[in-house]
């Protein structure tokens, strides 16, 4: 069962809900008097990162059942979706390092590499032409969004707009500010078309991140990149935009999942699990109209 802290309540009566999991994982999910519901001063924003329990773990003994049963429970969740008109988005933000294609490769994996079924859409700097465009429209472009029966899995998302942006002060304040309204009603529409929307944000410590950063650079120097750099050096703002992130966008129809990612056995496993939980959901539900 999972653990919960009480709603904080705003002056206007908006509540900050998030659930701290008995599995680490952090759900951000809040409710808003409406989808373009403005940035407001004043807020108080929790520091949810700071409550995440980095000490999970898992030896590969447990790691090899828990996978094989969860890659097995995510492929059979997915062949059900044609008939029932659904789809499946997975987006995956979080600290540089901390997994991010490591899950990639394992819902890949799960997924019997069937690529009648998904692709993975890594996410970078918009071109010239995209950047004379919405800022969204990139996403619904080139069979970047799935079909009913499929399933895309984005490799950093439509959250860089209000989190590498401002780190790294690519446009202004309004622009960050003016763009959270638009994502949940981006997500809300994807829902509306029937799409389960399933948000997971991978955290590590700086030491894990300083670590892992230089076995990269030892192992993979292909792999290592300035950005890496920049990252660590960056870290506390990283922070504060994530928490802002998760505050602004974490909406019921398109909550925010924040999983301790120290031990990659264990982040790969409650990935999966997160994924399947959420489209297990929808199935096994009627309609629900958002």
């Known amino acids: 069962m999972a653990k919960s802290k009480s709603p904080i309540l705003l002056p206007d009566g908006v509540c900050s809900d998030y659930e701290l999991q008995d599995s680490g994982v952090i759900k951000v999910a ?61 987006a995956l933000q979080g600290r540089d390092g901390a997994g991010k294609t490591g899950a990639s490769k394992k819902i890949i994996e799960a997924l019997d ?41 984005f490799d950093r998302s439509w959250a860089e707009d209000v989190l590498v942006v401002p780190v790294m002060k690519l446009a202004s304040t309004t622009h960050v500010r003016n763009c959270y309204p638009e994502i949940r009603t981006m997500e809300w529409l994807l829902r509306r078309s029937r799409s389960v929307v399933v948000k997971i944000w991978l955290d590590i410590t700086k030491d894990e991140q300083l ?31 994530g928490n802002k992130l998760f505050y602004w966008t974490g909406s019921e129809h398109a909550p925010w999942h924040i999983v301790p990612a120290e031990d990659k056995l264990y982040s790969r496993v409650t990935c999966l699990r997160v994924i399947s939980q959420a489209l297990e959901a929808e199935l096994e539900s009627p309609f629900r109209s958002f």
């Not at 071109?127 to 969004?145: A, C, G, T, V």
């Not at 030892?218 to 990252?231: G, L, M, N």
């Open 30 to 90: 809040r409710c808003f008097p409406s989808l373009d519901s403005p940035w407001q001063k004043g807020a108080r924003i929790p520091d949810y990162l700071s409550l995440v329990d980095h000490s999970f773990k898992m030896d590969k003994r447990d790691y090899a059942k828990a996978i094989s049963k969860e890659e097995e429970r995510l492929n059979l969740l997915v062949r059900r979706m044609q008939e029932q008109r659904i789809s499946l988005i997975v």
């Open 113 to 153: 590499h069937d690529w009648r079924l998904f692709r993975i859409i890594p996410v970078g700097e918009p071109s010239d032409e995209e950047k004379n465009q919405p800022y969204m429209l990139r996403f619904f472009e080139r069979d970047r969004m799935p079909e009913f029966g499929q399933v895309r899995v």
């Open 211 to 241: 670590e892992r950063f230089k076995k990269r650079e030892a192992e993979k120097p292909w792999k290592y990149k300035k950005s890496d750099v920049v990252a660590r050096k960056n870290w506390g703002k990283y922070t504060n935009w």
